[in-house]
């Protein structure tokens, strides 16, 4: 390769001002701190991909992905600095090299919902090509690098996110890449004074009803013991001391008071719908990013972020709504970008009545005071073709079992025994019953991924072509668990599998909407979405008395995926395997922290999360059920 164009790219970032308070404007002018990274690029691979090439490089963190759009490498460095910090300065040189190609750069594949029943072409038509952009003489993307920065939890501290994304970019008329060489990267900044946050009365708030309360108590009693030291507020007392636009955002504001004066890192929303009604025993947030599929959906990262940095370069509150029109959580040309960062640590369970506390909160102490590897070494993987060619997809790729080979080969590094339930092993998994004897052995960590709906999930077998289906979980296998005291933390890939707002009134409401015929026989058939069932697949893994897992993640909507080789390149196949990085590879050892982490990462690494629904929606979607301070593995 022939070094023939040098650039030199400078940027300067100027962030003042940023406090929530006039406090935080003070900032230390003697110790003005500075970070210097340089990264050195390898020379890229090129790989014939059919008509196209793909670019592959080493220290690549990610590629762009746009449907129909050129696949380039991404370079992305992340800055961490304590929140209120004033950027002085950031400087990005590098040189680029350019490579003239044989053939076009492949293009990115649209998202598919995970979803068994989608009509095959809509699979089939995730391979698409902008004809503009590669028609086009302008270089894509048009930019070199791009800098953001947000505000979050970094190691349980609050930080500002500076994140630096270089870019290859491409010449689609000529076949001409231009890849960055040396990354050299100087940052300084001063950092405030004045914090913001109190020092750590409390770790842990409980945010419930007063019915719930004494019920409660056992499990702050228990964390109280751990060093957790935990303290009950209730939506009773929440509602008349704030003056939010609804009950969430009452409860949100309670929740950025209790980070900032009494040092909480962790909420826990114990409760859910009120029985099986459309009442809430403690609200949700519902987003409004119509996917074209569904119009929103539940999201709890709402509740955990509470801070973002405003274009005064000023920390404030993040209420979701940045148009000010009263509509949370919009996506659109006028809808609202959001910070997204979590900046505390959210779980919930949803409980819906009194009868349901006493074995969960049972289950925490049992949990984190008795487990030991003889068990929890152990961990389960379950999964199969999610698009294979009966729905669309090439032979060969075997999406399900990609993304969970990478939960496998993390876990093996440190120690764990797997077993391994894919379709793609003869007698491995043959039905539900296999992955109930799996459970009922114990095990640590247990992670599918496949396609659901609130009551089941499963996956197809390999390559197949002849509609073949294999149950893995239903929610009246429940009653079967008997893996008392051995209780895993579960990763639940799928659409809707933590749908925690369903309830038995959907089917009154649905028969209003569509009709008797509509709801049952006809389409759209909404019954069969089981939206009616009493609680979701996760949390009647969590809420099983005696048995079942210590917490689940799960999609509360739609959940998206790639088709074929690019399934671990982002959406759930990319955010599911990375809760277990941020156990193995960056020494997280809570079930809220490895969630957290994960949605981190996607925001740091994937990025899109304002600029593309599906990217969005992923973070958006995907809840803890639990509580989010149980210590993987126990004390």
Request: charged share 20%; hydrophobic share 35%.
């Amino acid at each position: 390769m022939k070094k023939i164009l040098t650039l030199v790219l400078i940027g300067v970032l100027v962030i003042s001002g940023l406090g929530v308070s006039a406090l935080q404007k003070d900032w230390d002018s003697i110790n003005t701190m500075t970070e210097k990274t340089t990264l050195f690029v390898s020379d890229p691979v090129i790989v014939e991909a059919d008509e196209y090439v793909r670019i592959n490089v080493d220290q690549a963190t990610s590629y762009t992905h746009e449907a129909g759009k050129p696949m380039l490498p991404v370079f992305t460095t992340v800055y961490t600095v304590p929140l209120g910090s004033k950027v002085t300065s950031l400087n990005v040189n590098f040189d680029v090299e350019q490579t003239v190609l044989s053939k076009k750069i492949q293009p990115a594949t649209a998202p598919v919902p995970l979803s068994n029943t989608l009509p095959v072409d809509i699979v089939a038509a995730t391979s698409v090509f902008d004809e503009a952009t590669y028609a086009s003489s302008s270089l894509y993307p048009e930019q070199s690098y791009v800098v953001r920065k947000g505000a979050g939890i970094q190691n349980g501290e609050h930080v500002m996110f500076v994140t630096v994304d270089c870019y290859s970019q491409y010449s689609p008329t000529t076949d001409t890449v231009y890849m960055p060489d040396e990354i050299a990267i100087d940052m300084a900044y001063q950092e405030p004074t004045i914090s913001m946050f109190a020092m750590d009365e409390y770790d842990m708030l409980i945010v419930t009803t007063n019915e719930f309360e004494d019920l409660l108590q056992p499990l702050v009693d228990h964390k109280n013991a751990m060093g957790i030291n935990t303290i009950i507020d209730t939506v009773e007392n929440i509602y008349p001391a704030y003056d939010g636009r609804d009950d969430a955002e009452d409860i949100k504001l309670r929740i950025k008071d209790a980070v900032e004066e009494w040092g909480i890192e962790y909420v826990l929303i114990a409760g859910g719908r009120d029985g099986q009604s459309l009442n809430w025993k403690v609200p949700s947030r519902t987003t409004n990013n119509d996917d074209g599929w569904e119009a929103g959906y539940e999201s709890d990262l709402y509740f955990a972020d509470l801070y973002k940095i405003n274009e005064e370069n000023e920390t404030v509150f993040e209420d979701w709504d940045s148009d000010g029109d009263g509509v949370f959580a919009e996506f659109g040309f006028r809808g609202d970008k959001m910070d997204y960062y979590p900046d505390v640590t959210i779980g919930r369970l949803p409980f819906r009545s009194t009868n349901e506390i006493e074995a969960v909160v049972q289950k925490i102490i049992t949990y984190e005071t008795t487990a030991d590897d003889s068990w929890f070494k152990k961990g389960i993987v379950i999964s199969g073709d999610t698009f294979p060619p009966s729905r669309g997809g090439s032979p060969g790729w075997w999406e399900g079992e990609m993304e969970t080979g990478h939960t496998v080969d993390m876990l093996e590094s440190i120690g764990f025994t797997m077993n391994k339930l894919w379709l793609s092993i003869p007698g491995a998994w043959e039905g539900p019953q296999d992955f109930i004897d799996a459970m009922n052995e114990g095990a640590g960590f247990v992670h599918f991924a496949g396609h659901s709906n609130p009551a089941s999930w499963g996956n197809h077998p390999p390559d197949d072509e002849t509609h073949e289906f294999i149950d893995g979980y239903r929610i009246w296998d429940n009653p079967k668990f008997t893996n008392e005291g051995e209780y895993p933390m579960v990763i639940l890939g799928g659409c809707h599998s933590a749908q925690f707002n369903v309830t038995l009134s959907h089917i009154i409401t649905g028969i209003k909407e569509y009709g008797l015929m509509g709801y049952f026989f006809t389409s759209p058939m909404r019954f069969y979405y089981y939206e009616w069932v009493p609680h979701d697949l996760s949390s009647w893994i969590v809420l099983n008395q005696d048995a079942g897992g210590i917490g689940c993640t799960g999609n509360t909507g739609l959940g998206y995926g790639y088709v074929n080789e690019g399934a671990d390149q982002g959406l759930g196949g990319w955010i599911e395997p990375r809760f277990f990085d941020a156990y193995v590879n960056q020494s997280i050892d809570t079930t809220g922290g490895c969630h957290d982490q994960a949605i981190i990462d996607y925001i740091n690494i994937i990025g899109n999360v304002n600029s593309d629904n599906i990217d969005r929606k992923t973070i958006e979607e995907w809840v803890l059920i639990g509580d989010p301070s149980v210590k993987l593995g126990g004390y």
